[in-house]
């Protein structure tokens, strides 16, 4: 009842207003901050003219519901086939055998292991988490595939892509963190192009992290490969760096 009187409130107040339409292309009315962001145009591509998407939000939004929208549109707009994409994106894993997961997901079934614990066993099969045993995965498992994804790419140490030849992995033990890790991160990051937990362009390099290493007396310390490079001073990151950066597309 509330509702209605204040709706029938808000009715009264707009009657002796003037109506805002195409007469009077010069007025402009605040929208409400819950309606901001919510109304998107089409541009003609041949003429570069914006027009309605006619999405109703405007129709849905009025407050004093005068508003009408002619739900046709003259632009044909495409829709996303979501089922193509999935089957695009599941030829470019190529064959990937799903025959260990199904034991995995069977075990997981009777023992309700943490699920990141199990990740880490489907990630040791393959070397990283394909799409096609992450969704063998979670139908045995019957898990939803948006709480695998979501640990999957959340939890440390965990991919979802193919790693390169070589890991370049920095150490993020608390004695490491101190010593300037960051700093450390950040300038390989630079030198490869890409971001911790990526893959460079030509597969060469995977840049990650580890939790410690035997040489964490002496921080801050990388890993590239089986080399172990350690107390590296601001000089040595920058030389590693430059290695690191002549090595892309090498090999």
Do not use: W
């Not at 829709?79 to 260990?100: C, H, I, N, T």
């Amino acid at each position: 009842m509330l509702g209605i009187l204040k709706a029938l409130r808000t009715t009264v107040r707009h009657l002796p207003q003037k109506t805002f339409t195409v007469q009077y292309p010069e007025e402009r009315v605040e929208l409400p901050e819950r309606s901001r962001g919510l109304f998107k145009v089409v541009v003609d591509l041949s003429t570069g003219e914006a027009r309605c998407r006619a999405c109703t939000l405007c129709e849905t939004n009025c407050p004093v519901q005068v508003i009408r929208v002619d739900h046709y549109s003259r632009y044909a707009l495409p829709a996303v086939d979501e089922e193509a994409l999935a089957r695009r994106r599941l030829e470019e894993q190529g064959s990937v055998d799903v025959g260990p997961v199904t034991e995995l997901a069977a075990e997981q079934r009777v023992a309700s292991e943490p699920l990141s614990a199990v990740l880490h066993r489907v990630q040791r099969l393959y070397g990283y988490l394909p799409r096609k045993a992450l969704d063998e995965f979670s139908r045995q498992a019957a898990i939803p595939l948006s709480e695998v994804y979501g640990v999957a790419s959340t939890s440390e140490g965990l991919r979802l892509s193919p790693p390169g030849a070589v890991l370049v992995a920095v150490c993020r033990c608390p004695t490491c963190q101190v010593a300037g890790a960051d700093r450390v991160e950040e300038a390989l990051e630079e030198a490869l192009d890409v971001c911790s937990g990526e893959t460079t362009d030509d597969g060469r390099y995977t840049l990650g992290s580890v939790a410690g290493t035997v040489a964490c007396a002496r921080p801050p310390v990388v890993l590239v490969g089986d080399e172990v490079h350690f107390d590296l001073s601001p000089a040595r990151v920058r030389e590693l760096a430059a290695r690191l950066r002549a090595g892309r597309g090498a090999g």
